[in-house]
């Protein structure tokens, strides 16, 4: 009798024992603190889902890819154009790949000025007093209109020589014409102007102009140098 009161008293010290260390694991385990991080991240992630679940799908296309923003580039698109490519690639074949260009007399003014102030250099070149005068146009300093652009006056001559150098502006080189107005099509379209930081200005390496004292320069390409008006 004693035995068995013995064993029942063991069994039930046992059994308390075993509580006891089970509520201090539990204890313990409720003051983890990379467990409670992990409910809480739980039950956010599990919110988030359900917001996400309720969004319409164009709402969803915006998070993952931002929301499109109104550029030139997506008003050629309502005008039924191809749209600009976000990426430019500087050489013949990449420029070969694009639809034929055509255009009013803006585009004219512009491959025209392409042609006659740096047909002799690289496609980078090119691009970059592309780049100067589609600049001009958007600043409040300039005239509004790429023809207004380069066909403006200024103290002593005029901005861009060709225009009032007394010769026909007569395009006779037929792959530098061929250049000139893709390259026109692809910048009015709104590709990317990522050659000369906004510059405003160029000259060639052989002039010093005035101001080319007073403007920072923001790039060097062939033969131009190039800086942006303050």
Request: with cysteine; charged share 20%; glycine share 10%.
């Amino acid at each position: 009798m004693r035995l068995h009161t013995g064993w029942m008293t063991g069994a039930i010290a046992a059994v308390i024992l075993n509580g006891a260390a089970f509520a201090d694991v539990t204890v313990s385990q409720s003051n983890d603190p990379t467990a409670a991080i992990g409910g809480a991240l739980t039950s956010l992630l599990g919110a988030e889902k359900q917001a996400l679940a309720a969004l319409p799908e164009q709402r969803l296309t915006e998070l993952a890819v931002g929301p499109e923003i109104e550029t030139k580039t997506t008003t050629a698109k309502a005008r039924g154009k191809d749209a600009a490519p976000a990426v430019i690639r500087y050489d013949d074949a990449w420029l070969a790949q694009l639809p034929e260009p055509s255009g009013d007399a803006e585009w004219e003014c512009l491959r025209t000025a392409i042609y006659f102030e740096s047909r002799g250099e690289t496609l980078r070149g090119q691009f970059a007093v592309a780049e100067v005068i589609l600049n001009r146009v958007d600043s409040p300093d300039y005239p509004k209109s790429i023809c207004a652009v380069v066909q403006q006056g200024g103290s002593g001559g005029c901005q861009f020589s060709y225009s009032c150098d007394g010769r026909a502006d007569a395009m006779r080189d037929p792959e530098a014409t061929w250049r000139a107005g893709r390259i026109a099509r692809v910048m009015m379209d709104g590709a990317p102007r990522a050659l000369t930081m906004g510059a405003t200005h160029f000259h060639t390496r052989a002039v010093r102009p005035g101001w080319s004292n007073r403007f920072p320069q923001t790039a060097s390409i062939g033969a131009h140098l190039f800086y942006r008006q303050p």
